[in-house]
């Protein structure tokens, strides 16, 4: 029950600045039945062992903390009082537990203000130490099936099955590419990047917002996750003035593949840093496609060079480690450190349809979240959404807004995209 090091750095750093959570956040046009909803729960805690630990911090490991249906039953919190879109999100995603004892899987059905009959949204969230955002849209899929009685259709999740072990095997395989370590603008916590202003000091709770964008289908040359990126450095860009230094992005890199894990509970992903000369970002911005091509060839770069088993090996030794008191007493001043290690932390999951293809639910639009200063995104059917998110007291909520609709009206205008922003 030993974990793994990027649960255990999950699983120690919870709480410190804000419950880290992975979340999805789903508009729907009409009330799902909560009893489905219910069966769908129990079935899932039934069957998954991973959601029947609670972390022990003193022993950092997982203990065995058997659900009973009724406490399945509790993870479905249910809203009676209708709520705008901005009050359910902060609601949702700001949301706390005890990872010792409270089950990691969340789910949210609120009413919303929009009119008598609806809308209504429906958030899950799963606990990063549990799994990411690979690990969330398996679940998606498989709670979806038991929702709606179709349990035969597939097997159920697997356990993690990701050890300190095999990662450290696979990365010694690769010793030249796990030497990159020793680089400072290999590792993750080396303070590189140049830090975006802010208004204070403060951490405060999360807030994010929204940008979505229609993907024309006569435009397959258009890649969604190029645009991800380079709106994100756009629009730091464009609320910089420019300076020597680097802008630095923090990217998960999902080793699934490499390491043979299957449809697994579980966290898969390194993150890696791209670093990007903030002038040269600049010098770009009256040019879209090549600054598409500048954020491109620099993950392809870092992809082949392998810094994915450096970065693992760096975050299994802060993980093991570091005591908690240094995680802990650093995790606030690392999102104010100037330079900081990271500049935007930066999750792109790609397509997300079959995550639901199977939902008993008719789904307006989807909304995404991880407790950071960054964004996430993804595509779902023929709309990329970006989700900029950070915390009150480093940006106001019209910072966040504006930061957003200057990234949307920058893809809009290089893109000829239309956009549309929503929140915080």
Request: one cysteine or more.
């Amino acid at each position: 029950m030993r974990a793994n090091f990027v649960d255990t750095l999950m699983a120690r750093l919870d709480g410190e600045v804000a419950t880290i959570w992975a979340t999805v956040l789903l508009r729907l046009d009409e009330r799902p039945d909560a009893s489905h909803l219910r069966r769908g729960l129990r079935a899932l805690v039934r069957e998954n062992p991973r959601l029947n630990v609670g972390w022990n911090d003193a022993l950092c490991e997982w203990l065995p903390v058997p659900r009973t249906d009724a406490e399945a039953d509790a993870a479905l919190l249910e809203g009676t009082v209708p709520l705008d879109e901005h009050e359910a999100v902060s609601q949702v995603i700001n949301a706390r537990m005890d990872l010792s004892r409270e089950l990691p899987l969340r789910l949210h059905l609120l009413p919303m203000e929009d009119s008598a009959q609806g809308p209504w949204m429906l958030a899950i969230q799963l606990h990063h130490a549990i799994g990411d955002a690979k690990a969330l849209g398996h679940l998606l899929e498989r709670l979806w099936a038991l929702c709606s009685g179709r349990a035969a259709e597939g097997p159920p999740l697997a356990a993690s099955t990701l050890t300190d072990g095999k990662v450290l095997q696979a990365a010694l395989r690769r010793p030249g590419q796990s030497l990159g370590v020793a680089s400072p603008r290999r590792r993750l916590l080396a303070l590189r990047g140049l830090g975006l202003r802010r208004s204070g000091d403060v951490v405060g709770r999360s807030i994010m917002a929204t940008a979505r964008f229609r993907l024309p289908p006569e435009r397959p040359e258009l890649s969604a996750s190029d645009v991800f990126f380079a709106s994100l450095l756009a629009s730091a860009a464009l609320r910089e003035p420019p300076r020597d230094g680097v802008i630095r992005l923090r990217m998960p890199v999902d080793l699934r593949r490499e390491l043979g894990l299957g449809r697994t509970l579980g966290n898969g992903c390194s993150a890696v840093p791209i670093e990007l000369p903030f002038q040269e970002v600049h010098a770009r911005l009256e040019d879209p496609p090549r600054l598409v091509e500048l954020v491109r060839s620099e993950i392809q770069r870092v992809l082949e060079t392998g810094v994915h088993w450096a970065t693992a090996l760096e975050c299994m030794a802060v993980a093991r480690v570091a005591p908690r008191r240094v995680l802990r007493q650093n995790a606030r001043p690392g999102l104010i450190a100037e330079p900081r290690t990271n500049t935007l932390v930066t999750t792109y999951m790609g397509r997300l349809d079959r995550h639901f293809a199977g939902a008993p639910l008719r789904i307006r639009s989807v909304r995404s979240h991880t407790p950071t200063w960054g964004a996430t995104g993804f595509t779902f059917q023929e709309t990329l959404c970006i989700n900029p998110a950070t915390f009150e007291g480093l940006w106001s909520p019209s910072e966040l807004r504006e930061f957003t609709q200057r990234l949307a009206d920058w893809v809009s205008s290089s893109f000829d995209l239309p956009a549309e922003v929503v929140g915080p």
